[in-house]
């Protein structure tokens, strides 16, 4: 594996691979490597010639200092773990590398209703970040393919978002999230639960897969209030429990039984907030 800080080493290999007619595939993340990032990583090289993934703990979606300062970071394992799926480059560029006039006054992207609900409306800015960090990615490593988690559900729409406003021909393929073996949804940030908290996080899961076997059953009003109380006495802080329509993350209320859903969850434990969804019919 080649490991690549600049721009400019990354664009003498893209350029290479482009005139061999070679296809790219690319796995953006933010580091502290586990199996899901490592899925998307395996499904790039099953339909690339090349792969690259990219570490970088972008300061710019992060609202919350906090949140950012203790963001887990394990380069020296993450790198063991590229190197032994075979990934072709990592790109490991520093803040300045990607932001040389600075990370303030950045450009703004519009993207309109998917800004203003679930993580937009619980995470000022976040989305701004993400299209700031992902426009300036993609254009140093220009994929053809780009492999992101459905486990950020609303994050691959407003990148889907961000591909038609940079009106590019890079695709987008949403990969199905992996899971621990009692379903806690893979995150970097569960390296930050204590085992008690480890223990509780799993009822994240169970309520989303409650609501996908009553959603017949009962109203989504009452759905969405009995595991909301669940998560709240098993000590959750909750920002949102919600289901929306799975084409565009429209909120809904009023439901006709047929229409395809997803069913959202965003919950504190103590410091660490932790978000998971599923596709419920
Ligand atoms: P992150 O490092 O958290 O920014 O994640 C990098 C990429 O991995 C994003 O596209 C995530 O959606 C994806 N990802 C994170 N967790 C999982 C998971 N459990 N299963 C599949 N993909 C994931």
Known sequence: MIIIRSKKTLQKYTNKYKKQSLSVGFVPTMGALHNGHLSLISTSQQQNNITVCSIFV???????KKDFEKYPTTIDTDIEKLEKTGTDILFLPSVVELYPNGVTNLEYYELGYLETILEGKYRPGHFQGVCQVMYRLLNMVQPHNLYMGQKDYQQCMVVK????IMQSNIQLHPCPTLRENDGLAMSSRNMRLNVNERKLATAISTSLNNIKNNIKKESLQNLIENETAILQQQGFMVDYVALANANDLKIIDDWDGELKLVA???AYLNEVRLIDNMLVN
């Open 58 to 64: 972008n300061p710019t979606q992060f609202n919350n």
């Open 161 to 164: 978002k961000l591909l038609e």
């Open 264 to 266: 959202l969850i965003a």
